[in-house]
């Protein structure tokens, strides 16, 4: 588990909320009506919950990658919460999490997003939704790009990367995570440039 360097607190601290746009009134794809906001704390166990159904289901997480909700909890420090209730019922379908990413060696500028939809509400574009909410939002909140970072079995996140657009597959890694079949897995990785003009990289 990596903590956050005095730098990067730093930075968090003193960023100003961006988002002043929320709670926002949205309607998914399927005429449903949304409200997007920041996570409570209640909606944080819920997604952490999420998260360990998805891994038991050899879905998008390693069985051992947050082994307590404490565990989550301290990898997401520092990080943006948001997450996607249903208007009417309140209920949580999803949830996004703007995390910082480890493969920038520097303060806050990379993002790497979690994104959790809840099993009942999956394939009707809801994932596709959260994760253009997740760009808009890192975006607004100032990161210069984007990682995601994905078991190569995902084939619902790679299919949303491309149906978005703009991400590049820049590698693999042969050893990714481990499933809960005990199968280890490798990761495939993409990148977004987030700014607008486009960065001059050497
Ligand atoms: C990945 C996830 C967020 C997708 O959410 P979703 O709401 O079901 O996805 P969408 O309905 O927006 O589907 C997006 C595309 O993926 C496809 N897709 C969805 N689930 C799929 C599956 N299990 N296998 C293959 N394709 C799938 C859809 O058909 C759709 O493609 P299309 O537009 O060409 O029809 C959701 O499955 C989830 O929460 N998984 C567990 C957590 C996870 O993997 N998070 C990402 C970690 S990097």
């Known amino acids: ?27 998914l794809p399927n005429g449903r009506s949304v409200i997007i906001d920041r996570m409570t704390d209640l909606q944080l166990t819920e997604t952490y919950c999420m998260i360990q159904e998805a891994a038991q289901h050899n879905d998008g997480y390693g069985i051992d990658e947050f082994l307590t909700e404490a565990d989550f909890r301290n990898e997401i420090v520092g990080s943006d919460c948001f997450a996607i209730t249903c208007k009417s019922s309140g209920e949580m379908l999803a949830g996004f999490i703007l995390a910082i990413s480890k493969f920038y060696r520097g303060a806050a500028g990379v993002v790497d997003p979690f994104i959790i939809v809840k099993r009942s509400e999956r394939n009707q574009k809801l994932g596709q939704f959260a994760f253009q909410k997740a760009v808009d ?24 990367l491309e149906k978005l ?22 990761s495939v990785i993409y990148y977004k440039d987030l700014t607008d003009d486009g960065l001059n990289v050497t």
């Open 137 to 160: 939002f890192s975006k607004k909140l100032g990161y210069m790009g984007m990682y995601v970072d994905t078991f190569s079995n995902n084939v619902a996140i790679q299919r949303i």
């Open 1 to 27: 588990m990596r903590m956050l360097n005095k730098e990067e607190m730093s930075i968090i601290l003193q960023r100003p909320d961006c988002l002043t746009c929320l709670p926002m009134i949205a309607t």
């Open 165 to 186: 657009g703009g991400f590049t597959k820049v590698g693999m890694l042969p050893l990714g995570g481990r499933l809960n079949n005990g199968r280890l897995i490798g």
